[in-house]
């Protein structure tokens, strides 16, 4: 049952990669990774109040209007959440995929594709962390809550924006990516495919600190 394996990855990741990155047929994990993202995205964002909308919007939102932009915002975050993972796991394993060929690294795309859907699952974790964190103080949160530098949330420095993006499932996801990457490689290129890997997860995870840091508050 995919939804198991999905349990199961988490803990008990290598009987499970081996099961599942060499299958022919991944459709129900796509279906499965989409619709868990949705209904996670969706109560995450069920937290919005008034204030919060009007300060995420910038437009100044009422109690009269209120329930029509949180249906309207429930709406658009389940269609966003329904397609976006997917494609970010496409462009990943594309990227991944080029630059493992560049240090003459092959392993097929279907596997690295599997890989990356697997490689998700902590990171839906972190939404559902948020969201019980969210139920505990009864307002939403726009930073994770296992963030690894939650210190630096309201530094200004470029440094203190880039490394508050690093969280404890980034860095669980990558372990599991990282696994599957020795399962998939050839036994001559394992470590080297490793280290590009983890390598190319740090440097995005820089850089996707710094744009939400240069963006200020439309980025928070």
Do not use: C
């Amino acid at each position: 049952m995919v939804l198991v394996d999905f349990v199961k990855v988490l803990f008990v990741p290598r009987p499970i990669m081996e099961k599942r990155l060499f299958q022919e047929r991944f459709f129900s994990m796509i279906v499965l990774l989409s619709l868990l993202s949705v209904i996670l995205a969706v109560v995450s964002v069920s937290f919005f109040r008034a204030e919060d909308m009007t300060e995420a919007s910038g437009v100044t939102i009422d109690s009269d209007t209120y329930e029509a932009y949180k249906v309207f915002m429930l709406l658009g975050t389940g269609f966003m959440a329904s397609f976006t993972p997917i494609v970010f796991i496409l462009f990943n394993t594309l990227i991944n995929k080029l630059i493992l060929w560049a240090v003459r690294v092959t392993i097929p795309f279907r596997g690295l594709f599997i890989l990356g859907i697997l490689a998700h699952i902590p990171l839906l974790m972190d939404t559902l962390v948020r969201i019980i964190v969210q139920s505990f103080i009864g307002e939403p949160l726009t930073k994770s809550p296992a963030a690894l530098f939650s210190f630096l949330f309201d530094s200004e420095s470029q440094l203190g924006g880039m490394l508050s993006v690093f969280t404890v499932f980034g860095v669980w996801s990558t372990l599991l990516y990282a696994t599957g990457i020795y399962i998939l490689a050839p036994e001559r290129a394992r470590w080297r495919s490793i280290i590009v890997v983890v390598l190319v997860w740090i440097i995005t995870t820089f850089v996707s600190g710094y744009i939400n840091n240069s963006l200020g508050p439309i980025g928070k």
